[in-house]
């Protein structure tokens, strides 16, 4: 029994002591890290105002955007992650707000030297965020579109300004 209990003791050292992952070395999402002003447009309904903190986290594996809706109290708020999976050789997004879990999703995507193109499946349809990035005003573009009873409808775009010196 003592035997047993030291194998599976080893067996738990060696599957819990791995090494971390090398820090994700993307330029691309690199430019997300700051301080963003974001309005976002809807095509019915008037705009909103977010903040949006972008930072790497968790080992430098993910860029995790935190948006803020700037009213008080906060109708919005989303917790965004961006990572790569090498294995399959493609960007993961996993985006998550205060609608609760019925509204989260997993997304996959690609990128381009200047657009992050992701594509997310709901129980409900498909969306669509393409995240541009503007190198001459060092801003992002976000368009966001769903499937609404077959067609593909603009759900909002997003305007990224940053508000520290960085930019």
């Known amino acids: 029994m003592k035997r047993l209990i030291s194998i599976c003791s080893l067996l738990a050292t060696a599957i819990f002591a791995q090494a971390p992952s090398a820090k994700l070395n993307d330029p ?5 890290v700051g301080e963003w002003h974001a309005t976002r447009i809807f095509p019915n309904r008037p705009a909103a105002e ?7 986290t968790l080992n430098h594996q993910w860029i995790e955007l935190q948006y803020r809706d700037v009213a008080v109290p906060a109708k919005y708020e989303a917790d965004v992650f961006i990572g790569f999976d090498a294995a399959k050789k493609r960007y993961v ?3 998550m707000d205060n609608f609760g879990g019925s509204e989260s999703s997993l997304g996959w995507g690609t990128i381009d030297d200047k657009l992050l193109s992701l594509e997310i499946k709901f129980d409900n349809g498909e969306l669509t965020n393409r995240f541009t990035f503007d190198p ?6 976000s368009l966001i579109r769903q499937v609404e009873h077959g067609e593909w409808k603009t759900f909002c775009e997003d305007k990224f300004v940053g508000t520290d010196a960085k930019k």
Not at 28 to 32: C, E, K
């Open 28 to 32: 691309f999402l690199d430019r997300f």
């Open 50 to 56: 977010n903040i949006v903190h972008a930072q790497w």
């Open 136 to 141: 001459q005003t060092k801003s992002w573009t």
């Open 93 to 95: 997004c996993h985006w």
